[in-house]
């Protein structure tokens, strides 16, 4: 059910872009590339939330039942690792491009915004990933199971 919701969502910010970037200019594909850029990375933090990212069962069920708990927190932890790598080089990267003051050619929206985005994706998913483990470590303290 919450995964219908989530692509309800995208079709319709994406119809709803389409529609407007229609209205306002003859270059409308690029503004509905970046309402579609900013959907796909937002949607790394939703899938976050759900518990639903990346993970592998074929190779969390290799390890002894008691420690399958502590591989998943370990494998939020990692995940942490990598969105934060992904936070800083992108922002870096963001930055240095505002120098250049560049922006798109139909749209003369400036570059970091689109830049950004991988930005703001992954920094929400660091905030949902930092929530998740701390459910999981609270479930574990309490001796219970935790879903996802």
Not at 4 to 25: K, N, P, T
Not at 92 to 121: C, D, H, W
Not at 137 to 142: G, R, S
Request: include cysteine; aromatic fraction near 12%.
């Amino acid at each position: 059910m919450r995964r219908g919701v989530g692509e309800i969502y995208i079709v319709i910010s994406r119809a709803c872009a389409h529609h407007h970037f229609q209205l306002r200019c003859r270059c409308k594909n690029l503004g509905v590339n970046l309402v579609a850029a900013y959907d796909q990375r937002v949607g790394i933090s939703y899938g976050c939330k759900l518990r639903k990212h990346i993970k592998i069962d074929a190779a969390l069920n290799l390890f002894p039942k008691k420690v399958r708990p502590y591989i998943v927190v370990l494998g939020d932890i990692l995940f942490i690792v990598f969105a934060v790598y992904i936070v800083y080089t992108g922002t870096v990267y963001s930055l240095s491009q505002m120098q250049y003051n560049m922006r798109s050619p139909a749209l003369k929206i400036p570059n970091e915004f689109v830049y950004m985005s991988t930005v703001v994706g992954f920094g929400l998913a660091v905030i949902r990933q930092i929530q998740t483990i701390i459910y999981r470590v609270k479930c574990l303290k309490n001796g219970e199971e935790f879903e996802g």
